[in-house]
C-alpha cells in the first residue's frame, strides 16, 4: 500500500565554485601550471594575460572567502545584463596584490634528459654479436627486472612468456646463460635473483688476489645471516681473524650497493622541490612572500565580451542567438569562478603560512628544532578563521624555502609532551634530543630503548619506552643491535 509523508532534512551542499576551490588550494605550486594551461585548453573565455596586449582592459573581481559562495547555481536562463561582464577599468597586474618572489618569470624547470636504467641496460645488449634467439631471450629478461634491478620472476616463468609473447621455446639452460651475460652489465649486480646473488656478482668483479675481498665473498656465501645481524663475534671465530681484520672484511661487504637498479632510478627522475613560500629574515625580522607561479596572469577574453556587445545589438527574440550568447555566458561564469578561485587560492595560502610563521616565529630565526612549539591544525584554523580541512590542504601539500632549508609545512605540527617542570613542549623537541642521544652514543655499545628512556626521563621528558622505540622509527633509526659497529 502506497502511503505519503513529509519530511524536512537540513543538507550541506558543496557548490561548483566551492569544489573548484578546494580542488585548487590542494594543488602544489609544481603542479599548478599544468592545472592553468589545462583551464586555458578547455575553456576559450579565459586568457592568460602574460600573452596578451598589457594595454587591453581587464575585468577584475573582488576578494571572496570561500565559505562566501552561494551554494545554489544560478540558471542559463535567467535574464542577464551584458554590462556584467563589459567593464572599462583599467588593467592592473592580477598578482600586484601579493608579495611574490624575485623567480616571478622563471616558469619552465630546466630538466636534464637521461637514459632509463632499461635503456641502459638495453643500449649494452645491443653492443654484444648475439642471435636473434639468443636477444629476444636477453630483451625479455631485462624487461623482467624490477626497479631495484632484481629478477625476481622464476626462470620458468620467463620461458613461458617467451614461448606466449616471442614464438621462442627456449630451454632453461639457454634463459640461464643469458642471464649471466646480463649479470656482467653495469651497473654490477644486475640480475641478481637475490641480495646474496647481487653482493657476490658484485665482489667478484673485484680483485680476487686480494685477500679481504675474499673473506667477504666467504661471509657473504656463508654467513649473510649472521652478518645482517650484526652478530660479528661469531664471524670472528667462523672465520678466526682478529676484530680490526673482520673490520676490513665488513667494510667492503658495505661498500656495495644492495640495490643496483635503485640508484639509475633515482637520477633518470631528477626529482625537484618547488617550494610555495619563501622566509626570508632581515636582521630579526622575517619577512614571508608567496612563490610568483602562484599569481599567473589571467583575464576574460575581450572577444567574448564582444559577444555580448553585439547580442546587445541583435534581435532579443532571436532563438539561435539567445542560444548562442547562453553558451557564452556560460563560458565567461566558468572564467570568472576560476580566477576567483586562483584569487583566493593565494589568500589562503598567504594567511595560512603568515599564520604559521607568527605561531612557529623563534623557530623561523634560528632554525633550531628545539624552539618549535607543540601545533595542531585546529590552532592554525581558529587563528585564521577557516576550516580545520583547509589548513590540512594546505599543509600536506605545500613547502617553504627558510636560510636553513626547505620543508613541508606538516613537519612544523606537532603533539604536546609535558615536562616534569608541567611544561608542554613539541615532540620534535624530544625527538631531537633522542637522535643527539644516538649520535653521541658508544657505536660499540649502543643505547637499547630502556637506556633512551631513562636518558629522557633524567632531561625531564617522562615517557614510555614504546614512545621511544616509535619516535626512533619515525627518524629512521634501527634497533640497538644493529647500531653495532666494530
Known sequence: MLKQTLQQKLLQKLSP????????LQVPTASLDTRIKEELEE??????GSLTNMSDPVEEYPDKDPD??????????EEFSVEDYI?????????????????????????AIQDSFFEKLQSQLDLLALSDRQYLIGN??????????????????????????????????????MLHVIQAFEPAGIGARDLQECLLIQLRKKDQNNPIVQQAIRVVQNYLDEFTKKHYDKIERQLDVNSDELKEIVNEILKLNPKPGDSAAVAGKQLQIIPDFHISNDDGVLHLTLNGRNAPELRVSRSYQDMFEHYEKAEKGDKKMKEAVQFVKQKLDSA??????????????LKTMNAIMEFQYDYFLTGDDRMLKPMILKDIAEEIDMDISTVSRVANSKYVQTEFGTFLLKSFFSEAIQTDSGEEVSNKEVKKILEECISNEDKRKPLADEKLTEILKEKGYT????????????????????????
Open 17 to 24: 565554485q566551492q569544489i573548484q576551490f578546494i580542488k585548487l
Open 43 to 48: 575553456n576559450p573565455a579565459l586568457e592568460d
Open 68 to 77: 562566501d559562495y552561494d551554494s545554489s547555481e544560478e540558471s542559463y536562463d
Open 87 to 111: 567593464q572599462e577599468d583599467d588593467y592592473k597586474d592580477y598578482g600586484s596584490n601579493y608579495a611574490n618572489d624575485d623567480d616571478d618569470e622563471q616558469r619552465e624547470i630546466p630538466i
Open 140 to 177: 625479455q629478461l631485462i624487461g623482467s627486472l624490477d626497479d631495484d634491478g632484481y629478477l625476481r620472476r622464476p626462470i620458468l616463468s620467463l620461458i613461458d612468456d617467451l614461448a606466449f609473447s616471442q614464438n621462442v621455446m627456449a630451454e632453461e639452460q639457454e634463459v640461464e646463460d
Open 336 to 349: 570568472k569562478w576560476f580566477i576567483d578561485a586562483i584569487k583566493q587560492r593565494q589568500q589562503t595560502l
Open 463 to 486: 615517557i614510555a619506552r614504546r614512545t621511544v622505540a616509535k619516535y626512533r622509527e619515525a627518524l629512521n633509526i634501527p634497533v640497538a643491535r644493529l647500531r653495532k659497529e666494530l
